[in-house]
């Protein structure tokens, strides 16, 4: 195994964890429809975590395997855009259960 490091190019790392140089995904947009929903947007938002998971843990598994088109950046800044998806999508449902209970507890 090569344990030399290589010149880091930005823009390759980039679009091996799945994005533009802008940030955002690549492939179709996934900004909510105007007009939808919650529970779309909740759905939306549920699924492209589930994506960035499955995206990262595909990247972790290709890089144990020793693959050399997969670098330990790209695949660091794939589990942390993961993990920083799932708190987000935990912190709603954290909050949407604590006003439901509010809700709940009023007198009528």
């Known amino acids: 195994m090569d344990l030399r490091l290589q ?3 930005f823009r390759a ?3 091996r964890a799945g994005l533009r140089p802008d940030g955002y995904p690549i492939g179709p947009a996934t ?3 105007e007009g939808a929903g919650f529970q779309d947007a ?4 549920l699924r492209s975590v589930s994506e ?6 595909q990247m972790q598994r ?3 395997l020793g ?3 997969v670098g330990l950046e790209s695949t660091m800044v794939a589990m942390q855009k993961s993990q920083i998806g799932f708190q987000a999508v935990l ?12 809700i709940m507890n009023m007198q009528v």
């Open 7 to 9: 010149p880091f190019d």
């Open 13 to 15: 790392a980039v679009a």
């Open 31 to 33: 900004a909510p429809v």
């Open 42 to 45: 909740m759905a939306q938002a």
């Open 52 to 57: 960035s998971q499955q995206a990262s843990q």
């Open 62 to 64: 290709e890089f144990s």
């Open 67 to 69: 693959n050399p088109s």
């Open 91 to 102: 912190g709603v449902r954290n909050r949407m259960l604590q006003a439901y209970t509010e």
